[in-house]
């Protein structure tokens, strides 16, 4: 142990399923635990076929954003792959916040579709939020619309859970990192990251019950408060800014940062990094997600589970 928060050796202990999650020295392996929440999705597809429902994901792409295109992509294999039905409906950039919206209520009404999902950015013409808005709570995989937002807020379970920080926090509960209690610091307070991820470690209960501190850009003094964190979830699109010296000792680090930064020794010309010097900060965290391979494909996987969710409750 490197520090006074409980960690976890180098294969930590899920006691829900009895089995133990791949690490490496104290990297979590992200993949690995996605790949066992895609086989739980698998099974619950399985279980819904057999009652004659297929879950099914659609997502709507809207111009020729090349990284949205990545994300698209790899959410339609992924739903290929754990069984569910669906499509990816891509539309040209110039379409209209209309059209847009008549393809949401056509999604809406549809009863094989379980689970929608708008990929961001959109196109300057169409207003995102009234986009969000439109898609029904209960299709609303991506946890988004303003419903599902204040039922994780005020703690009730039978919303959605935006992707990312639910694949967080489950990660924190697989890893056995205590959450109790705990100093829970995250930087970024986006709609879809860091208020989401601070709403859920507050909550009263299991894999929650952290004290939580939020730091933004005009935050005063940002080291002084990640110095304090037992648990740091980064969250800010800023490559590579945490140091080690702002980690303290036997602190659980997660990179939730997805960056494109310069690199001439690769073909592309580019690498991907997180907002976490990883090569540093491991050496004083008790754990740490590397990227990629660590939270990214928690978000997928988090998203299938919404989505066979979704599925299993229409059906009932
Ligand atoms: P946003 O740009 O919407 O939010 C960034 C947040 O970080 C803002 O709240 C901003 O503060 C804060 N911030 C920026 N710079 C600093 C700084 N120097 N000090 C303190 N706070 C700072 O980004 P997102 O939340 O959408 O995404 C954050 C990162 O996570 C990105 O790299 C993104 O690509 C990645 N990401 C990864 C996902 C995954 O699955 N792995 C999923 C979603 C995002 P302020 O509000 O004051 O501007």
Known sequence: MRGDVPVVGREARDESRGTSIPMNENVIDGAAIAAR???????EVDRLKARGITPGLSVVLVGDDPASAVYVRSKESTSRDVGMAGETIRLGAATTQFELLAIVDRLNASDQVHGILVQMPLPRQIDADLVLRRIRPDKDVDGFHPVNVGKLLIGETDGFVPCTPAGIQYMLEVCGVDTRGAECVVIGRSNI???????????????????VTICHSRTRDLSAHTRRADILIVAAGRPQMVTAEMVKPGAVVIDVGMNRIPDSTKKSGSRLVGDVDFERVREVASLITPVPGGVGKMTIAMLMRNTVRAAARAAR
């Open 193 to 211: 990251v860091g208020k989401p991820m601070a709403a859920l470690m507050m909550q009263n209960g299991a894999g929650a019950d952290a004290t």
């Open 37 to 43: 929440v895609l086989d739980e999705v698998r099974a």
